[in-house]
């Protein structure tokens, strides 16, 4: 069986969850063999893993999850892949993903490949397939143990929504005294995290400073967009680190990315370069982020991105 760690927050399934449960169903199919999703802490309505594509729930609860510990998380959910006899065990490679991967691999005596892109190919063995340098080539990689762990890239697939309410196994599970002492956590409010974001709205260096984020704070808000940026604008302090997209930041595919005074360095593009419509704004028309935009704007970012904003101001007004 396919055993999905179905990460939830705020009172849902995460839009990784869902990816995840997913992805579990279709590579479940395809082996012929039953999916369940575990989520690990407090949700309302755990049977809605069944519209994503779950059979079945198991609800863990207690109160080591009231807070993200790895380890811990790691041991309950490798508690229940041995109880169920999980042959695959899928979880999203989000943060939290990339701090489970690996432990759950080494619990289970599990090979493991993190960031897959598509549902393994099972016609010779398992096969799975990730994207390698940046994005610019794929690896396929053939995982030979019994117990096989994979994490799926975000957005890789389109969670299904019309599955029907899964049954739900409810388990009370204590662990011991965790090793990490929790102090204290700061969450970003009001705005959709980036992994999520539809919409976003980015800039880079050619803003000149943190002084100058009114004009991509005021073009997001009219759009309903997340802001975003450049590694070297996070690495400034011009911006949040949790803003930072790339190789080395959060990898996102939204419908729709704006990059305003941003280069497009390969390790920038690794990470947005699947957004579905891309719009670049720059003052240099040999800016290799032209190379992968879909509509492109030649211009100062200080007169074109207010402009953009009042067209579309306009736009709404008009109806
Ligand atoms: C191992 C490694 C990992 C990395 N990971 C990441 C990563 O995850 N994410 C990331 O972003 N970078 C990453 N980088 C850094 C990356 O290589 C680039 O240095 C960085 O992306 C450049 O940021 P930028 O485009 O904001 O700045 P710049 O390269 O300085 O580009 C600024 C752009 O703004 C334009 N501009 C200037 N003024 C204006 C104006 N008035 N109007 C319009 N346009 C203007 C310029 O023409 C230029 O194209 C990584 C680098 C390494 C080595």
């Given at each position: 069986?396919?055993?999905?760690?179905?990460?939830?927050?705020?009172?849902?399934?995460?839009?990784?969850?869902q990816?995840?449960?997913t992805?579990?169903?279709?590579?479940?199919?395809?082996?012929?063999?039953?999916?369940?999703?575990?989520?690990?802490?407090?949700?309302?309505?755990?049977?809605?893993?069944?519209k994503y594509?779950?059979?079945?729930?198991?609800?863990?609860?207690?109160?080591?999850?009231?807070?993200?510990?790895?380890?811990?998380?790691?041991?309950?959910?490798?508690?229940?892949?041995?109880?169920?006899?999980?042959?695959?065990?899928?979880?999203?490679?989000?943060?939290?993903?990339?701090?489970?991967?690996?432990?759950?691999?080494?619990?289970?005596?599990?090979?493991?490949?993190?960031?897959?892109?598509?549902?393994?190919?099972?016609?010779?063995?398992?096969?799975?397939?990730?994207?390698?340098?940046?994005?610019?080539?794929?690896?396929?990689?053939?995982?030979?143990?019994?117990?096989?762990?994979?994490?799926?890239?975000?957005?890789?697939?389109q969670p299904m929504t019309d599955g029907?309410?899964?049954?739900?196994?409810?388990?009370?599970?204590?662990?011991?005294?965790?090793?990490?002492?929790?102090?204290?956590?700061?969450?970003?409010?009001?705005?959709?995290?980036?992994?999520?974001?539809?919409?976003?709205?980015?800039?880079?260096?050619?803003?000149?400073?943190?002084?100058?984020?009114?004009?991509?704070?005021?073009?997001?808000?009219?759009?309903?967009?997340?802001?975003?940026?450049?590694?070297?604008?996070?690495?400034?302090?011009?911006?949040?680190?949790?803003?930072?997209?790339?190789?080395?930041?959060?990898?996102?595919?939204?419908?729709?990315?704006?990059?305003?005074?941003?280069?497009?360095?390969?390790?920038?593009?690794?990470?947005?370069?699947?957004?579905?419509?891309?719009?670049?704004?720059?003052?240099?028309?040999?800016?290799?982020?032209?190379?992968?935009?879909?509509?492109?704007?030649?211009?100062?970012?200080?007169?074109?991105?207010?402009?953009?904003?009042?067209?579309?101001?306009?736009?709404?007004?008009?109806?």
């Amino acid at each position: 069986m396919v055993l999905i760690f179905a990460e939830s927050g705020d009172g849902k399934i995460r839009k990784a969850g869902q990816e995840a449960i997913t992805y579990g169903k279709r590579l479940a199919e395809k082996a012929g063999v039953s999916c369940t999703a575990v989520i690990l802490g407090p949700l309302d309505h755990p049977e809605d893993a069944g519209k994503y594509g779950a059979d079945q729930v198991v609800h863990v609860t207690g109160p080591a999850f009231d807070h993200f510990d790895a380890q811990v998380w790691a041991r309950a959910i490798s508690d229940v892949a041995l109880e169920k006899q999980a042959g695959y065990v899928i979880l999203s490679h989000s943060s939290r993903g990339k701090a489970l991967t690996g432990r759950l691999a080494i619990r289970l005596n599990a090979a493991c490949v993190s960031g897959a892109n598509d549902i393994p190919d099972l016609g010779n063995g398992c096969l799975v397939s990730k994207g390698v340098y940046s994005g610019k080539a794929f690896a396929t990689i053939r995982l030979e143990t019994d117990v096989k762990v994979i994490s799926v890239m975000g957005n890789a697939l389109q969670p299904m929504t019309d599955g029907a309410p899964a049954p739900v196994q409810g388990l009370a599970w204590s662990a011991a005294e965790p090793r990490v002492k929790f102090l204290k956590s700061d969450k970003v409010e009001g705005t959709v995290p980036l992994p999520e974001a539809e919409k976003v709205v980015s800039a880079g260096r050619g803003m000149k400073g943190p002084e100058n984020w009114g004009i991509i704070e005021e073009l997001a808000s009219e759009l309903g967009a997340t802001t975003a940026c450049s590694r070297p604008v996070a690495d400034s302090d011009w911006r949040p680190h949790h803003e930072h997209v790339g190789q080395t930041g959060i990898a996102i595919r939204p419908n729709l990315y704006i990059a305003i005074g941003i280069s497009g360095a390969i390790q920038h593009l690794a990470g947005v370069n699947r957004s579905k419509v891309i719009v670049v704004i720059n003052k240099d028309p040999e800016a290799p982020f032209f190379k992968a935009a879909d509509y492109g704007v030649v211009g100062d970012l200080f007169e074109v991105v207010p402009r953009l904003t009042q067209a579309i101001r306009n736009m709404k007004a008009a109806g």
